[in-house]
């Protein structure tokens, strides 16, 4: 199965800041991977798909880059909407894998 | 806007069998990839497997031939079986949808999720 690492695990942030974290493939999945974001009690939602693509309806403060088993996900300018926790999963080969993600809390 | 919705039993006694249903409304169930996941703080997220138009499946190996998963369109609903629980199994079950491209599929909407308790 295919290791999805995220970093760092928690992350703390004060609105308007920008912010990058990182998700590391133990192999390369091309740009197979999605972003989710998950605040407490509710399902995952979709953020980016392939790796950069944003999906529809998704604030464009959101972007994703990366390709083969490095990636990241930006916030140019942090909401407060924003604090939440947020997994990567690849989607290149099965079983998919999940990143075990990472929580993004207020300063 | 496609909503999807997980139904069936909180509570599962160890070494029986949990099923669950999920209920699609406001789209086709035809050509896409109907997905299960569940979420434990053990093991964090984990795609359990998928079932596609046609009776088409792909399930995680590490459920070890536990899951068997099928697919009724005339209803729009699909649903999950996993067979010998046990207390590794307890999690918020979450069906979705997998959007497809080239066998590639991401997951653009899930339901609420559902959780599910394995306990004598």
């Known amino acids: 199965d295919i290791r999805m690492t995220q970093s760092p695990s928690t992350l703390s942030a004060s609105v308007g800041d920008r912010v990058t974290i990182t998700c590391r493939a133990s192999?390369?999945?091309?740009?197979?991977l999605a972003w989710y974001q998950q605040k407490p009690g509710k399902a995952p939602t979709l953020l980016i798909y392939k790796a950069s693509t944003l999906e529809s309806g998704v604030p464009s403060r959101f972007s994703g880059s990366g390709s083969g088993t490095d990636f990241t996900l930006t916030f140019t300018s942090l909401q407060p909407d924003d604090f939440a926790t947020y997994y990567c999963q690849q989607y290149n080969s099965y079983p998919y894998t999940f990143g075990r993600g990472t929580k993004l809390d207020i300063k | 806007q496609v909503q999807l919705q997980e139904s069936g039993p909180g509570l599962v006694k160890p070494s029986e069998t949990l099923s669950l249903t999920c209920s699609v409304a406001g789209g086709s169930i035809s050509t896409y990839y109907w997905t299960w996941i569940r979420q434990s703080p053990v093991k964090g997220l984990e795609w359990v497997g998928y079932i596609f138009y046609g009776d088409n499946t792909n399930y995680n190996p590490s459920l070890e031939g536990r899951v068997t998963m099928s697919l009724d369109t005339s209803t729009k609903q699909f649903s999950l079986r996993l067979s010998s629980v046990t207390a590794a199994d307890s999690a918020v079950y979450y069906c979705?949808?997998?959007?497809?491209?080239?066998?590639?599929?991401?997951?653009?909407?899930w339901g609420k999720g559902t959780t599910v308790t394995v306990s004598s």
């Open positions: 192999q390369s999945i091309s740009t197979w």
């Open positions: 979705a949808r997998g959007f497809n491209f080239f066998d590639y599929n991401y997951l653009d909407v």
